[in-house]
DNA sequence: CGAACCCTTGAGTCGGTTCAAAGCAGGTGG
DNA sequence: CCACCTGCTTTGAACCGACTCAAGGGTTCG
């Protein structure tokens, strides 16, 4: 318990750490990186099924994924979610509260994670004399905007097919950019889960990936997923309906 | 041509700019509006139908418009295209730029309309010295990720009367904080557009309409909306099916 | 006055949901 | 170590909400 304690609250030293590139994506030369030291997060072990944070609940900081798995959603008076997105290694969580000062999403550990926590306002502060640390941050910001467009034109737009294609295709890509297989990978969330992110059931979720499998496009095998045929199912999105 | 010309390259004042609460909603001093005078964007008409960019334009300035109304859209490969807003005066249009360095969407006038141009480099280089600026910057793109999550969930989860009845409460809400009847407007789009961004077709659209007035829920004359009973349509959200 | 565009309404269809049942791990406690 | 959960997944059959196709009416603008 105690030493879990030390461990949780280590210094994090950004200009050491293997996700910077995902994390700060462009432009640090090694002096700027130093100075990023002073940002000074703590690391912090989050166990699957813990939230890191909640609905409503105080914004001070944001969190980088130093790996792991982690959903964040949104809920309904009416007590139902919707899954806005799935997070893993280098991901920045968080950037939604800014705006509000409380957050205005759940996020749940899919698999004990471990995130960087980076106090807003010192990042905030840092950034004013650090032109290459506020460019990243504008730019993850925009990113995000922009990928929500595409979720919003996946859910707006396509069926259940090109959906399922889709979520494939960018966990693939998003594995692929991380250093891991394009080709195979272990799910980390439910077939419920990936169903309200995407805005379907779960039986459809299930039955698509059956349908998938049977067309020799994907194997399953429970949560393992292999893409046999990636090509088919860019083909698959290229024409919708 | 050539007084127009003269208009539209007008330097715009943000000290003495009637938008500013809605533009830069906290925190600005006299003297800090002096200093955001020298953000010196140019005023640009644009007429009803006309771009204000389109979807790999090169980024350089972001918008708020002045008066007026615009869509966003994004387009699908294979000629779709998927409606990702509605902007009116006092709005920010193109942060999702930020990220690529080019537009990732088209902007549309759907009316005549007047914008301010404010160069992206030089907002960004003000904002290092104006920590107040920064921090508007940065709520007004944290607060477009946490609405565009809000719509994921409509597109994701709700029915088609849902749908409508958030998007004319939205639409309410909006021209209300803006000094303008929350009870009846003019909308700006055509059926097939609020269909586009709300994930049905236009037919639905018009059915829905028809619906809620036999209903006595609001009253529609082509694009002139009243809301007859904004707490039944406020009922009609608080339980998802 | 005609053409183009937008909106409304009806009838039939279909993709995805709902409801239901059963199989399959993985974990726990007796 | 086995029995029994509990949670997740698969599959089938019936149903329904939104889509598709089609026709007609209204406005605007040249």
């Known amino acids: 318990m105690k030493e879990d304690n030390i461990l949780n609250q280590l210094k994090v030293v950004c200009s050491l750490c293997s996700l910077r590139e995902l994390c700060l994506p462009i432009g640090f030369g090694p ?36 790996g792991g798995f982690f959903k964040t ?27 509000s000062g ?59 097919e090109e959906r399922l294609a889709a979520f494939l295709l960018n966990l693939s890509q998003r594995f692929s950019a991380r250093g891991y297989s394009a080709a195979s990978f272990q799910l980390r969330m439910t077939r419920e889960e990936i169903g309200s992110y995407l805005g379907l059931k779960l039986e459809t979720v299930s039955r698509t990936f059956s349908k998938f499998q049977d067309e020799g496009l994907i194997a399953v095998q429970k949560k393992f997923i292999e893409l046999k045929d990636a090509n088919a199912l860019k083909r698959l999105l290229g024409s919708l309906a």
């Open 73 to 99: 959603s949104v809920l309904h008076e009416d007590g139902r979610e919707h899954v806005t997105g799935f997070h893993m290694m280098g991901d920045i969580m968080g950037l939604d509260a800014i705006g």
């Open 102 to 160: 409380a957050h205005v999403c759940d996020a749940v550990a899919l698999e004990t994670s471990e995130i960087c926590e980076i106090p807003f306002d010192r990042l905030s502060e840092l950034s004013m004399c650090m032109p290459v640390l506020q460019q990243n941050l504008h730019r993850i910001m925009s990113r995000e905007i922009a990928f929500d467009h595409e979720i919003m034109l996946m859910l707006g737009k396509m069926r259940a």
């Open 31 to 66: 002096q700027e990186l130093e100075q990023l030291d002073a940002l000074a997060g703590s690391k912090k072990l989050v166990k699957r099924g813990e939230y890191l944070y909640r609905t409503g609940s105080p914004f001070s900081a944001i969190y980088a994924i130093r």
